[in-house]
């Protein structure tokens, strides 16, 4: 049996021999984590253990009034804080090797911020106090290296198996000058550390694509980020949205990674007992402050000396957690409570003297303890890359630019290759949008009509474009989540995720371009012949790319899904409606003409006109036809002719039946779009899709520093 019928959805189809089976599954699994953690242990603890300590850490929020939040209003920003909100207040405490450090509270208690704290989430000005390991304070590049940080939601790639996953975390964590064989070693290994055996074939999965449980999901999430087994691990809230039985395999692999040799510390709420015996240290926190800290063992006898025993077969945890709820509602008792806390810890430090030792901190303890766990076979990325063996010189990026980009592309394309369907959504709608135009503007001539048709067919072509490329916002968020979590511990470069990205686009832009063109370009009648063609095809690809890079942008600036499809959608109406063909250039009002040179859809449309009727020598409007689509259009030909006679004599020129009176030329000029040549447009679109790829690089770049100020 698989243990993806783990999932909860699934559970109406359990037979009895399945439930047996998952039992035992478990039982193995249990079994084979404490063998493991058992080796481990054994092989570990020669060497100074770490020890994280952090001393009097406080962070707090200034409250500013809500009108003087505006961005333009913070240079005033002094003169509007109407106090500050405490998120840690004094907040101190030890995290130990082959220990799980676990921090309790209500929501709200300042969990995670304790979390951040500890992870370097948070900006150093902001913080106060101190968080040292082994005594040292650590350089933000040195935690990053040494460090994992696992967040709550699980951001994989859906159509990635948990062993691809994994891989090609490998990839990007473990440096080029690791081999192949170290690497899929490595995984391996870790496949086994997160009993994932069974499922290591197996996809993640989404809403729309069955796959492994999500218990497992967390597991693999936990597994990418500690891919280079690193020596810190910091979780917020791992086992939150997951049943029991899984809560507790994931707090169990916890255990086995932390008796391996890392300080593991989490934020979790609510624990069962079962998870209780697995943490070896316990933080409750109210309202940013320390209510208790220590083992969960010494819990009972702390509530009994404070005069609240907690009760025989209740959870001690969450006893605790509903006392401190209770006590939140009166600020009196809950300092009683915080009071009796510090009391109470200086007792048992009275008690204990010993404990008082660890504290002091011991020169160059770190950079030994550090190495002497890399030649021990941890933190694999550093132990080939770091020449004068020392940790500080480790660089930011473990691979250069162009790997990085050659496994981003990779993992983009194996993703999209299997989640086929958004590409064959994109296409059929473009083949819909292109059968259509070409039968509404079927086979248009050189008459007055037919410059109707050339100017509506020109830009309906530009407007269905550029909300086909709307849908390049679902895709762009997707990506972006995953990209935020994987920038936090610099993975890899924005720009080299950036190019990877646009490389990866083009072969699909291409085939879309190549259906609209073939659907309309003959059908419609448009001119230029076989170089014709293959303008038309550049223009509309480089329409595609600009509107992408266009859609690219404005998800990496607007972090809201919906607002962003909202502003993407505005745009491009306003792109359309300043494109210059229902207003044309000459007159948009002076104050509005910047819109019209900064709109998308005005080059390639221009192009199109360009290409349609850039021929000086094609005639539009030839003798009768200039009293086309005017009051006289239903007036006989012989009365025609008399007219023409007749213009004849006023004009002083001969206008016969045959005389040309508009060729393509004058087109141009009405339509007021006569300065730049086609090619011209054609380079200016593509250049607006490298300017836009440019800005979502740096919208990138500024939203992947994620500290809180
Ligand atoms: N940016 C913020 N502005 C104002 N209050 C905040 C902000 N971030 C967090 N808080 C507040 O800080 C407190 C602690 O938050 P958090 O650490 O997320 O709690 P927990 O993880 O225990 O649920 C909460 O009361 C929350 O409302
Ligand atoms: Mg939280």
């Not at 493991?36 to 850490?57: E, H, R, Y």
């Not at 106090?129 to 939601?153: F, W």
Request: glycine letters at 6%; proline letters at 4%; aromatic letters at 10%.
């Amino acid at each position: 049996m698989e243990l993806q019928k783990h999932n909860p959805s699934s559970k109406s189809t359990y037979t009895s021999i399945d439930v047996e089976d998952h039992h035992q599954q478990i039982n193995k699994f249990v079994g084979d984590i404490t063998q493991l953690v058992d080796d481990q242990n054994q092989l570990i603890m020669a060497s100074t253990p770490f020890v994280l300590s952090f001393i009097d850490l406080s962070y707090g929020l200034s409250k500013i009034s809500p009108k003087m939040a505006l961005p333009f209003c913070q240079n005033n920003r002094d003169d509007h804080e109407i106090g500050t909100k405490l998120l840690l207040d004094n907040i101190s405490g030890q995290a130990r090797e082959g220990e799980i450090l676990a921090v309790l509270g209500a929501s709200g208690s300042g969990k995670s911020t304790l979390i951040d704290a500890l992870a370097g989430r948070i900006e150093k000005e902001s913080l106060k106090g101190a968080v040292t390991l082994n005594g040292e304070v650590l350089e933000s590049r040195v935690l990053k290296t040494i460090s994992a940080y696992v967040m709550q939601d699980d951001l994989l790639f859906p159509m990635l198996t948990v062993e691809e996953t994994l891989m090609f975390s490998a990839e990007f964590r473990l440096p080029r000058s690791v081999s192949k064989q170290i690497k899929q070693a490595r995984v391996q290994a870790l496949i086994d550390q997160l009993g994932l055996q069974s499922v290591a074939n197996t996809v993640i999965g989404d809403e729309g694509h069955r796959g492994v449980s999500g218990g497992e999901r967390r597991r693999v999430s936990i597994g990418v980020d500690i891919i280079h087994d690193p020596i810190l691990l910091f979780l917020d809230e791992p086992t939150s949205g997951l049943d029991s039985t899984s809560a507790f395999m994931v707090v169990k692999v916890l255990q086995g990674i932390s008796k391996s040799g890392s300080i593991v510390i989490m934020s979790i709420h609510q624990p069962s007992n079962r998870i209780v015996s697995l943490l070896d240290n316990l933080i409750f926190l109210s309202r940013g402050q320390t209510i208790y800290s220590g083992k969960p063992t010494s819990l009972l006898q702390f509530f009994k000396e404070f005069g609240h025993p907690i009760p025989e077969n209740e959870n001690p945890t969450e006893f605790a957690i509903d006392l401190i709820c209770e006590f939140e509602e009166s600020s009196d008792r809950i300092t009683s409570l915080v009071e009796f806390n510090k009391s109470w810890a200086q007792a048992r430090t009275m008690n204990n003297p010993n404990k008082l030792c660890d504290k002091k901190p011991n020169i160059n303890a770190l950079e030994d303890a550090i190495k002497a766990r890399i030649s021990k076979g941890k933190l694999v990325s550093i132990a080939t890359t770091s020449d004068s063996n020392s940790i500080s010189s480790v660089p930011s990026f473990v691979n250069p630019f162009w790997i990085e980009t050659i496994v981003i592309a990779k993992r983009l394309l194996t993703n999209s290759r299997r989640m086929p369907k958004l590409f064959v959504i994109r296409l059929f709608v473009t083949l819909v949008a292109g059968l259509m135009l070409a039968t509404l503007y079927r086979h248009l001539d050189a008459s007055p009509k037919g410059i109707d048709g050339r100017l509506g067919f020109s830009s309906f072509c530009m407007s269905v474009i550029i909300f086909i490329c709307l849908e390049e916002i679902p895709k762009c968020f997707l990506e972006r989540y995953i990209f935020m979590r994987e920038a936090a511990f610099n993975a890899y470069r924005t720009s080299s995720y950036v190019l990877a990205h646009s490389i990866v686009s083009v072969p699909s832009l291409i085939v879309l371009s190549f259906t609209f063109v073939i659907t309309t370009f003959w059908n419609v009648g448009l001119a230029g012949g076989f170089s014709g063609f293959l303008f038309f095809f550049f223009l509309i690809f480089a329409s595609f790319w600009a509107g992408s890079s266009f859609m690219a942008f404005i998800s990496g600036l607007v972090s809201r899904y919906l607002l962003a499809v909202c502003i993407g959608a505005a745009f491009s109406t306003l792109f359309i409606l300043f494109s210059g063909n229902f207003i044309s250039s000459n007159e948009i009002p002076p104050y509005w003409i910047w819109f019209h040179y900064i709109s998308l859809v005005k080059y390639p449309f221009q192009g199109i006109l360009q290409n349609e009727f850039g021929d000086s020598t094609k005639c539009f409007v030839r003798g009768l036809q200039f009293f086309d689509h005017t009051p006289l259009a239903g007036v006989s030909d012989s009365t025609k002719i008399k007219l023409l006679k007749s213009m004849s004599s006023v004009l002083g020129t001969s206008v016969t039946s045959s005389t040309c009176l508009v060729n393509g030329t004058r087109v141009l000029e009405m339509k007021g779009d006569t300065n730049i040549g086609k090619w011209t447009c054609l380079w200016i679109t593509i250049a607006w899709g490298f300017f836009f790829m440019v800005l979502f690089y740096f919208t990138l770049l500024f939203g992947r520093n994620n500290k809180r100020r």
